[in-house]
């Protein structure tokens, strides 16, 4: 941890003014990774990824129900989830998902496929453990070929 003015300091997270801006963000962080895991965010968003996504080791959990296309199977493996994940989101039953990196994690609260809030998780030791829980995901959701 850096010590700043004499005290021990560590950005832990991020909450973005705005869905765009976290989208934005997003894709500069993809443009600059090799691997990216993503589970549970809408479909569109994904969609929305697709150019930066290319080339790159790319895993993916659908939500519950959704169906992959074609341009999803194309840019890496492709799962479906089988449990149903959401949060309390200001009286609003939302969905959660995420995208991961190596060194971040970027959360994705939604409904309906409106993005409500994306935020990221920055504290290294959250984001490996967070990492782990999409790999056994990973193991209990449908594959899709």
């Keep these: 941890m850096p010590i ?28 600059k990774s090799r691997k990216v895991r993503i589970g549970n965010v809408p479909v569109g968003l994904i969609e929305k990824l697709l150019p ?5 080791d790319v895993k993916i959990i659908l939500p519950r129900n959704a169906k ?28 959660e998902g995420s995208i991961y990196f190596s060194d971040v994690m970027f959360c994705v609260t ?19 453990c967070m990492k782990g829980t999409f790999d056994m995901a990973w193991r209990y959701a449908d594959k899709q070929k």
């Design 4 to 31: 700043v003015d004499g005290q021990y300091q560590a950005k832990i997270s991020t909450v973005f003014a705005t869905a765009k801006e976290g989208v934005e963000q997003l894709k500069s962080k993809i443009a």
């Design 52 to 56: 930066w996504l290319q080339g790159k």
């Design 68 to 95: 992959p296309t074609a341009q999803l199977r194309e840019v890496g493996d492709v799962a479906v989830q089988k449990a149903k994940i959401y949060s309390d989101f200001k009286r609003v039953e939302a969905n």
């Design 110 to 128: 939604w409904s309906k496929d409106k993005i409500l809030q994306i935020s990221t998780m920055e504290y290294d030791k959250c984001v490996k």
